[in-house]
């Protein structure tokens, strides 16, 4: 498990300040850059996607996804695969009368994180009904009556979710257990998303999330880069080139592997 | 492939660094070490390993474990599975989200990278428990007592030693760091026979000796 705190002592290691930053930098500032550095990683090689489950509203063409979604890469309608378009060559012969789930998809006209869908749906999905037991949920939900119903459990969850098809479950607490089968309704979209960390601000003693340890080690030469590219008594242009290639080292591999050039064992 | 021990490594960087110990710590050559051994795994992928995990009815999304860094290969039920992108498998088969052996009739045949350390099955395993083995590059468990070894080819302790003795010469600045990154200048050199990944490119990187000469 690598920590915000590691990064920082092979900072200090780096720049000759042994015991803590002082003298051409800050912990704050620091604090502040490693974010950057974080969602630099995720942004540029999507290590991590995620599914995000989005309820249709009838007529609503926009929707919007959360704040740590960052590319959108595959959308689905009720199941069914949404083909990812132009907004230049969108379908104008979608009518409401042809079709009730949305057939494409695209963001190149939209705001940051809003979807839109071609043509808007027909049907909505019906309002989440907030189940929020206090002192968290243990045991097995066994399949709903209802699909489309929605659970939003705010303490620990444990235990297992069994055939809950249609409904849409968020944990604000951490989550135990296995959800055996997740599957939307058909008035549901499922978007696959590339994410960053929820985190927005870091203490020393976090735990950097999401990140695999190798990716982490790599997050020094962010700071440095930055460090050493800054007028001051640090600037160094050799050893901030040096950073920017340590930089670029990692995100260049890791990008190589998600373009899924897998070699053959 | 020969074990190599962390004492022979670390002594490897202190002949690089012409056994300074006193400028720099054995705790500090040893991150170092450890990070030089990161890099060289993830350009070769030559730490290897395998993770078991079983199937749940219907659910096509498994993690790999820490101990995986990114998923190569992927055996279902003791048979080799096809490999597809996020996007063929999504035109190939537009309702693989609900899609199950049960529902087409048809075993499970394609693992899908979605992420760097998770996978998705189509179609999805309607059986329980049915062995999924992960091959994949290893994460790297870090050398931390001397005795400590690691499983590599014998050049690339070399490379490993040279690495580790840049990053440490690195912190110097001036003509300290720029003898580093030469180190690390040929390092990328060796690098572009070796690498994994063929799609990486290193960006251009060049030691500036004089002005107006570089390497």
Redo the contacts between chains.
Sequence with gaps: MYTVSMVYDEVCQLLLERGGLRFTYSSAAFLRDIHYAIVETCQRTAIVKEFFPIDFVAGTADYTLPDNAMDFHEAFAGNRHMQKVSSLYEDKDFGLDDTVLPQEWHRDTSDANVIHVIPPPSIGGSAPVDVQPSGGMYGTIGGPATAQDAFTVEDPLYGTLNSITGSYIESDGPFFGTISDITTGDESMIVIASVRPAATSYALSDVIPILPDTVCSYLKWFILEKIWSMDGEAKDIQRAAYATARKEEILGILAAIMEEDLPVE | MPLVTLSSLTSGVYDRLEQNTAFYPSS?VV?NI??AI??I???T?FLRTTALLGS????P?YDAP?SI??V??VDYNGRELD?A???SL??SR?????DTTATTDSPVSTWT??????ILLSPAPADSQVEIKL?GVA??VPLVNHSDTINMQAEFADMIKDLAACQCM??C?GVV??DG?IL?KQFLTRMKSLK????????A????IDKGVGV
């Design positions: 500090e991150g450890n990070d990161r890099t795994n993830l350009y992928g749940e009815p219907g659910q999304i820490r860094l990114c190569t290969r490999f992108s996020l996007a999504c035109h537009p309702r693989w989200i609900s990278p979605m992420g760097i350390k998770r091959y994460e790297p690195v912190k600045g760091a720029r990154m690390y994994r990944f063929r799609r990486n490119v290193n960006p990187f060049r030691v500036e």
